[in-house]
């Protein structure tokens, strides 16, 4: 089973750009789907974007046009690009397998196992 590794969160201002990144420990060629996720504070964790190995690509209503997420498989390498970041997008990102699933909420059980996530906070 791969393993997930995020990386990139930080501390930005109400309008500013981050790139969180996602390393498998081994190759994501045969994951049809690949999906970021996050979790704020006192909430349900939701599926945010996906991306599939044919390149459709879907998004969470409250991101669309903000977020563009991408995948390199040859890096074994999903991407977050996230501008025109908001308060509201503050939370602890992860990525992990989306095959079946669309943006929202998710039933966090029905995975074996998660990352440790990267903090993203948005300041006002």
């Known amino acids: 089973q791969v393993q997930f590794v995020e990386s990139g969160g930080g501390l930005v201002q109400t309008g500013g750009s981050l790139r969180l990144s996602c390393t498998g420990s081994a190759s994501i060629s045969s994951i049809f789907v690949m999906g970021w996720y996050r979790q704020a504070p006192g909430k349900q964790r939701e599926l945010v974007a996906t991306?599939?190995?044919?390149?459709?690509?879907n998004y969470l209503d409250s991101v669309k046009g903000r977020f563009t997420i991408s995948r390199d498989n040859a890096k074994r390498t999903v991407y977050l690009q996230m501008d025109s970041l908001k308060p509201e997008d503050t939370a602890v990102y992860y990525c992990?397998?989306?095959?079946?699933?669309?943006?929202?909420?998710?039933?966090?059980?029905?995975?074996?196992?998660w990352g440790q996530g990267t903090q993203v906070t948005v300041s006002s």
């Open positions: 991306t599939s190995l044919h390149d459709r690509i």
């Open positions: 992990n397998t989306a095959n079946g699933l669309g943006p929202g909420l998710i039933d966090t059980t029905r995975f074996a196992s």
